[in-house]
């Protein structure tokens, strides 16, 4: 059947089989290998993605872990801690015994496993700079501190000067 047709017909059918086979390789072959490879190069984007989520999650957790050790060792360094006499002698560091007002103990909280121990203290006529040292030296201590309420206002006679009533309060683990 091929041999009665004519050169110019046998070669147009040559062509156009080369056109199919062409077509069905690009389509069964080419296509499908480069949407594949397409999906793929997605994945892995993505699960670039996700690998950098995960160690970022890891680094926060890290530093969470190392928080709580941190606050573990402050709350069990806290066992023998006087939070009165602390305070008292903080303050008399800070700014002048004259400027300690009062100090009144809070009544003492429980929870869960944690004793908590207040007291709240009234400073006169001291400078903001004092104000700053002495939160700087609670947030600093070896103990578990935690300032639970600030008020400041600032003098009539002497605007650069500050009345200051604090609460801090200490933790402790309950025996």
Known sequence: MISQLSQRDRIALAAGGLVV?????YLAVFEPYREGTARLDAQIATRQRQLQEVQAM?????????RVA????RLDSGQAFSLFSFVEGLTAEVAAKGNLVYMRPQPAGVQDDFKEESVEIKLEKIRLDQVVNLLYRIDTAKA???VKNLRLK???????ELDAVLTI?????NA
Do not use: I
Not at 58 to 66: A, P, V
Not at 70 to 73: G, H, I, Q, T, V
Not at 154 to 160: A, G, L, N, S
Not at 169 to 173: G, H, L, Q
């Open 169 to 173: 309060s200490s933790f402790r683990r």
């Open 144 to 146: 578990y501190l935690k």
């Open 70 to 73: 941190e606050a573990e060792k």
């Open 21 to 25: 086979l062409a077509t069905v390789l």
């Open 154 to 160: 600032p003098r009539f006679d002497d605007r650069t």
């Open 58 to 66: 890891r680094q926060d957790y890290l530093q969470l872990q190392q």
